[in-house]
């Protein structure tokens, strides 16, 4: 049943601790669709993307994702106007080895020295001296995953970053990568209609690793009228998308779904899937849904 929403909602997704010592609120927020048409360039209200961010910190959002090439660096820059200083519980998240060269252009560069200029540079925009979790948000096939990994490593023993993910790997990648440093999380594409990375998830699971689903929305057909969500949804009070979000924290203990927003409005209304409790019935009526 639906719980009574409380004044912040996201401390009811339960908490997890990246790396062991970082713990977070397992809902957090993505805050890509806070730049423009196309994750390019200023967003068109950048007032409301202010609002978005401190409405998601007062919701007791504690765990924002962002990357360097959100914008580029708008992202970045609008977390640090909107929450800097930032609260001592707020842990965020940036990404580096995707280069953009215009609207919904995203191209993989690993190099080390381009790594350590952004790592620089997102320490600058956000305005820290560490990064909580830095992520390689895609592997180079031109460079070795272990030369990526190991100027993040060396990132990490200079103090500049203190957790290593990974995004969009292969179980295979994974391991690899943990030949070479450790990794606190992985980011793949996952949701309750897409699970292609299942096994990357229990992989996850199974060690100890934050799984950060991005598109945790996704429903698709499963939200069409009388489908699976339709009937479920009405009677819980939800709409289909908080039901898609409960039922990721219901999957794992280690996920931490990261819906992304440009609008208060929704942001509230993906924050109260939180308070959202699934009968083991219901679990699987939508896990065997697809």
Do not use: C
């Not at 196309?38 to 409301?48: I, L, N, R, S």
């Not at 800097?84 to 995203?106: E, F, N, Q």
């Not at 690993?110 to 909580?132: A, C, F, K, M, N």
């Not at 709409?239 to 924290?249: F, M, Y």
């Amino acid at each position: 049943m639906t719980e009574n929403t409380t004044a912040r909602p996201a401390d009811a997704s339960g908490t997890f601790a990246i790396g062991g010592d970082l713990p977070v609120n397992r809902l957090g927020y993505g805050a890509m669709r806070i730049t423009g048409r196309g994750v390019w360039g200023d967003p068109a209200d950048p007032d409301e993307a202010l609002r978005v961010l401190r409405r998601a910190a007062e919701l007791g959002v504690n765990f924002i994702d962002t990357a360097d090439s959100y914008g580029p660096f708008v992202s970045e820059q609008l977390i640090r106007k909107a929450l800097h200083p930032y609260p001592d519980d707020l842990v965020i998240a940036t990404k580096g080895g995707l280069t953009r060269s215009g609207p919904d252009d995203w191209r993989p560069v690993g190099r080390p020295e381009y790594l350590r200029q952004q790592t620089e540079l997102s320490l600058r925009h956000l305005g820290v001296e560490r990064i909580d979790l830095y992520q390689l948000h895609r592997i180079d096939p031109k460079v070795p995953v272990e030369e990526s990994l190991g100027e993040l490593a060396l990132l990490r023993d200079e103090g500049k970053i203190r957790h290593i993910g990974l995004s969009e790997v292969s179980v295979d990648e994974l391991k690899r990568a943990r030949e070479t440093t450790e990794i606190a999380s992985v980011q793949n594409l996952y949701n309750l209609a897409n699970r292609k990375s299942e096994d990357v998830l229990d992989y996850a699971e199974a060690e100890g690793i934050a799984f950060i689903p991005w598109f945790p929305i996704a429903v698709g057909e499963l939200a069409r009228p009388g489908g699976p969500l339709d009937g479920l949804a009405k009677e819980h009070g939800s709409t289909p998308g908080q039901l898609a979000l409960a039922w990721l924290l219901r999957r794992s203990p280690v996920m931490l779904p990261i819906p992304g927003t440009s609008r208060v409005a929704h942001l509230e209304e993906n924050l109260a899937a939180a308070e959202i409790t699934l009968t083991d019935a219901e679990f699987e009526a939508l896990s065997n849904a697809v």
